[in-house]
């Protein structure tokens, strides 16, 4: 099992790493811009912790590494489902969403984590550690708050995400979190 796991956990850093270093790539010129541009949306932050967190897995697998790999499955989870049940029906479809890099991103990515973490690693923990995963949601979602909402207007984000569409930051943001809390829950238990 431990070596299953290495190796996905292998794949899970390696893939991104190759799919963020090509973000920076632009018709075959580095485009440093471009690159961290992508930064603001939490599909890439969400995919680089989970990364960061599998690499942690391979070389260890103790208590420290494996909340770590819990709080990045639950974020990529938190991307999977928002992209299924929010994004494609909101932003014209899903043949975007689910092509190119964003394969990946949306749902190899968080699939090998999911899988990875629910069957080969996870180990018991308390609700008030599992509640730990509300936490990257909550951060960004603040984040994304002030960027796209308070921030000066020559400083704003587009709702490239459409969460504030119609002034509902509040709907959305709730509705954020208490799917985060039921990924955690649903995370925890299974």
Same mark, same amino acid.
Request: hydrophobic share 55%.
């Given at each position: 099992?431990?070596? %299953?796991?290495?190796?996905?956990? *292998?794949?899970?850093? &390696?893939?991104?790493?190759?799919l ?7 018709? @075959? ?5 471009? @690159? +961290? ?12 912790? #989970?990364?960061?967190?599998?690499? @942690? /897995?391979?070389?260890? *697998?103790?208590?420290?590494?494996? +909340? ?7 974020? %990529? ?16 479809? !899903?043949? /975007?969403?689910?092509?190119? $890099?964003?394969? !990946?991103?949306? +749902? ?10 629910g069957? &080969? $690693? ?14 990257? %949601?909550? &951060? ?5 708050? !002030? ?5 000066? $207007?020559?400083?704003?984000? $587009? ?18 979190? &208490?799917?985060?809390?039921?990924? #955690?829950l ?5």
């Amino acid at each position: 099992m431990r070596t %299953v796991s290495i190796l996905i956990n *292998a794949a899970i850093f &390696l893939t991104t790493l190759f799919l963020i270093v090509l973000g920076f790539r632009r018709d @075959g010129v580095w485009d440093v811009k471009r @690159g +961290l541009k992508a930064f603001r949306f939490f599909t890439v932050l969400s995919n680089v912790f #989970c990364a960061m967190a599998a690499l @942690g /897995m391979v070389f260890s *697998a103790s208590g420290t590494a494996l +909340l770590f790999k819990y709080l990045g499955t639950v974020s %990529v989870t938190v991307t999977l489902l928002t992209v299924v049940f929010f994004l494609g029906p909101t932003q014209g479809g !899903y043949a /975007m969403l689910f092509s190119g $890099e964003n394969l !990946y991103m949306h +749902l190899i990515g968080p699939l090998l984590a999911i899988l990875s973490y629910g069957f &080969l $690693e996870k180990r018991d923990m308390s609700f008030g550690t599992a509640l730990l995963g509300m936490v990257p %949601v909550a &951060l960004y979602g603040v984040m994304y708050l !002030y960027r796209v909402v308070l921030a000066p $207007e020559e400083k704003r984000w $587009e709702d490239f995400y459409g969460f504030n569409r119609g002034g509902k930051w509040p709907v959305a943001f709730s509705g954020m979190l &208490l799917m985060t809390l039921a990924v #955690c829950l649903v995370i925890w238990r299974v």
